[in-house]
């Protein structure tokens, strides 16, 4: 089993940055798309950004094109999202995921394991 924990949310002003961090334990070893889901209440959870597991190949929602970055530094099995020039619609609950290699990255199904959620409030 894979555990993943994200930190790194909390309260913001439109414009500004956060940066989240996803760390992965337990078995390792079979880790390799990672992606990065939002969810806010009464609405489905949403592709954000992944990436391939050399940190080369990486996809993103139009949503967030531009403006957030996710990265991985596999030596600290650490999961990463750069979010810059916030805005109020970027608020939701942020999860890490992660599974073997995903045929499609933007679809939560196809991961195995997820984090608990970190919370991001963006204010207007």
């Known amino acids: 089993q894979v555990q993943l924990v994200e930190s790194g949310g909390g309260l913001v002003q439109a414009g500004g940055s956060l940066r989240l961090s996803c760390a992965a334990s337990?078995?390792?070893?079979?880790?390799?798309?990672m992606a990065w889901f939002r969810h806010t209440p009464g609405n489905e959870r949403n592709f954000v950004a992944a990436?391939?597991?050399?940190?080369?190949?990486?996809d993103y929602a139009d949503s967030v094109k531009g403006r957030f970055t996710i990265s991985r530094d596999n030596a600290k099995n650490t999961l990463y999202l750069q979010m810059n020039s916030l805005k109020p619609e970027d608020t939701a609950v942020y999860y890490c995921?992660?599974?073997?290699?995903?045929?499609?990255?933007?679809?939560?199904?196809?991961?195995?394991?997820w984090g608990q959620g970190t919370q991001v409030t963006v204010s207007s």
């Open positions: 337990g078995n390792i070893f079979g880790i390799r798309d």
């Open positions: 995921a992660t599974g073997g290699y995903v045929q499609t990255r933007s679809r939560a199904a196809e991961y195995y394991y």
């Open positions: 990436v391939d597991w050399s940190g080369r190949s990486t």
